[in-house]
């Protein structure tokens, strides 16, 4: 079975500061996403990771991957208030359907 | 083009009652899934589907149903309501299972059984 940890849960930021999210799952994938979702909202789509290495860049955003150890880090630079939302990395299933297993999230706040 | 939409947006229930929770797309998307996103926590796959009239059981599929009639369609049934199953559902879909993208998420349904 499939298993997504992230962490932190929870991390209170101050603007400016950098920081990085964690992602670590469990058996083989070839690829991951981020996602961001607003309170009260939905789920947005931020980046695809397709393979060993891959790095993804998106304003103060950046992703990566190390599948030998089953790792993705979302990093974020000099952070904004913009930024403050709950992160979540999903893993897809490397089966058909394409079905993701996300991890808890990570609600990130950014004070000034 | 509107995407994936789901109605309604929020929902009361008693317990026993039954209802269909509506997810509808415009993109032609293949795939399809419905998840649970409890108070705090992940996203749980409750159904999923790979293409009209092909169904199957996610992660968390006791007390659902799903049909999928057309491609556009991917309704979820909640039979004998009971409090657990409380939590936002959200429709996601999908072009294929080895697309460059992310999900396309509806904007879910709060759904409060009580």
């Known amino acids: 079975e499939l298993k997504v940890e992230q962490n932190p849960l929870f991390l209170s930021m101050q603007e400016g500061k950098n920081y990085t999210i964690y992602c670590n799952y469990s058996?083989?994938?070839?690829?991951l996403y981020w996602y961001r979702q607003d309170p009260g909202k939905s789920l947005e789509s931020l980046f695809v990771?397709?393979?060993?290495?891959a790095v993804k860049q998106e304003g103060r955003l950046m992703a990566s991957l190390d599948t030998k150890a089953r790792l993705s880090t979302l990093h974020i630079t000099a952070a904004v208030h913009d930024l403050s939302a709950t992160y979540f990395c999903a893993v897809a299933s490397n089966t058909n359907a394409g079905k993701s297993t996300f991890g808890d999230g990570t609600t990130l706040t950014v004070k000034p | 083009n509107a995407g994936v939409t789901q109605t309604p947006k929020f929902r009361i229930l008693k317990i026993g009652q039954s209802m269909t929770l509506q997810c509808t797309q415009d993109?032609?998307?293949?795939?399809m899934y419905w998840y649970r996103q409890d108070p705090g926590m992940g996203l749980k796959l409750i159904y999923y589907?790979?293409?009209?009239?092909?169904?199957d059981k996610g992660e968390v599929p006791n007390g659902y149903n799903v049909s999928r009639s057309t491609t556009e369609d991917f309704p979820l049934r909640l039979e004998l309501a009971a409090p657990s199953q409380t939590s936002v559902y959200f429709c996601a879909s999908n072009l294929s299972d080895r697309t460059y993208y992310g999900y396309t998420f509806g904007s879910g349904t709060r759904l409060t059984v009580v």
């Open positions: 993109m032609n998307h293949n795939y």
């Open positions: 589907s790979v293409g009209a009239g092909i169904t």
């Open positions: 990771l397709l393979s060993n290495g």
């Open positions: 058996t083989t994938s070839d690829r």
